[in-house]
């Protein structure tokens, strides 16, 4: 898979000067697809000056209102957390998580959270797989950008030497995330006329782990279909 098929995506970014480190580490990595969710400030010529020489991955980055269009057409989704305990989808390093997405058939997104608190659990839930950096147990505190270099320093690494080609791709695609996020809120919708939820003010525990299930599950864009299918039959069998 080439570089272009993977995008960085920093998610609610407080500091300016940390979007232009982390354009500045992609461009060092040869990576140039970069977006941003919902910053806080920017444009902002901190960026710029963070940037040092990498102004062309800032004039490229594409802005969005939500994490939705950022992760629009992706077929994985990998996460970065700090976090000890969440459930919402299995916990790799660093090497291990860009040799998974090296093998997606289509776009990838490295997902990146807010400075101060990292990723929603809403953001994690997006994830089919989680990225933990191992750092120092007693100081683990890492810059946004540094975690950008980590990850983007795997995937130049990850192309040096020859892959193999683990077969051929397969002959249907796999569902996007858009496409997945789209099935989770049908899906929802059906549940709740079924009334299934056991408190149907809070749906959100049950919820989280059909995501999960579905997620490991990794849906070609047939088997999408179907799902979609037998919900939209339910849906109108209970009108």
């Given amino acids: 898979m080439a570089c272009a098929d993977l995008r960085i995506v920093l998610h609610q970014t407080s500091h300016p000067g940390n979007i232009g480190a982390a354009a500045r580490a992609m461009k060092t990595m040869g990576l ?32 969005s209102a939500s ?38 058939a ?5 997902l990146f959270g807010p400075e101060r608190i990292g990723l929603t659990n809403a953001a994690l839930d997006r ?11 007693a100081y683990g505190s890492l810059n946004l950008a540094a975690a950008v270099q980590v990850l983007a ?19 249907i695609p796999p569902a996007t995330a858009d496409e997945m996020a789209r099935f989770y809120g ?12 056991i408190d149907a003010d809070n749906p959100t525990p049950l919820m989280r782990r059909l995501k999960r299930l579905f997620n490991r599950a990794a849906l070609d864009r047939e088997e999408y279909n179907i799902l979609c299918g037998i919900l939209g039959a339910i849906a109108v069998r209970k009108e």
């Avoid at 299995?90 to 998580?97: G, H, I, K, M, Q």
């Avoid at 289509?106 to 490295?110: I, R």
């Avoid at 994830?127 to 147990?137: E, M």
């Fill in 127 to 137: 994830c089919h797989y989680l990225v933990r950096i191992p750092t120092n147990p």
């Fill in 153 to 171: 320093y795997e995937w130049r690494m990850a192309e040096q030497p020859a892959l193999p080609s683990g077969g051929r791709p397969p002959k």
């Fill in 186 to 197: 049908q899906l929802e919708q059906v549940l709740r006329q079924l009334d299934f939820f």
């Fill in 32 to 63: 140039a697809d970069l977006w941003l969710v919902a910053p806080q400030h920017y444009p902002d010529p901190e960026a710029t000056a963070r940037a040092s020489g990498a102004t062309d991955v800032l004039d490229s980055a594409r802005c």
């Fill in 106 to 110: 289509g776009p990838v997104a490295l």
């Fill in 67 to 104: 994490l939705d269009e950022a992760l629009a057409g992706c077929v994985l989704v990998i996460g970065t957390t700090a976090r000890e305990r969440h459930r919402s989808a299995p916990v790799l390093d660093p090497r291990t998580a860009v040799a998974q997405a090296r093998t997606a």
